[in-house]
Nanobody, 119 residues
Framework: QVQLVESGGGLVQAGGSLRLSCAAS????????IGWYRQAPGKQRELVAD???????NYAESVKGRFTISKDNAKRTMYLQMNNLKAEDTAVYYC?????????????WGPGTQVTVSS
């Protein structure tokens, strides 16, 4: 069993920065960090950024140039550096990781961390 816990959220003013962390614990052998998602009030959950096994990264157009995703496999932690935050970034941010038992993808999610950006 895998547990994911996000941290680093909070209340910031527009233009400010936050660094989110996602710590994995439990049966993490073979765990793959997928990326960060967010869900704003009344909206669907959306992909913010994902990271591959190598150096490949992908970002939603709305956050390109402002957010940076990274991971430290030794620490079993994934990060999301968020700079120049905007009011529209306000959402609950979720960490996503996966295992592939018997070749079938099994997703794990953290409980989320609230990011609120005031204008």
């Amino acid at each position: 069993q895998v547990q994911l816990v996000e941290s680093g959220g909070g209340l910031v003013q527009a233009g400010g920065s936050l660094r989110l962390s996602c710590a994995a614990s439990g049966s993490t052998f073979g765990i793959n960090f997928i990326g960060w998602y967010r869900q704003a009030p009344g909206k669907q959950r959306e992909l913010v950024a994902d990271v591959g096994s190598g150096d490949s990264t992908n970002y939603a157009e709305s956050v390109k140039g402002r957010f940076t995703i990274s991971k430290d496999n030794a620490k079993r932690t994934m990060y999301l550096q968020m700079n120049n935050l905007k009011a529209e970034d306000t959402a609950v941010y979720y960490c996503n990781a996966a295992l592939y038992p018997f070749g079938v993808r099994r997703d794990y999610w953290g409980p989320g961390t609230q990011v609120t950006v005031s204008s």
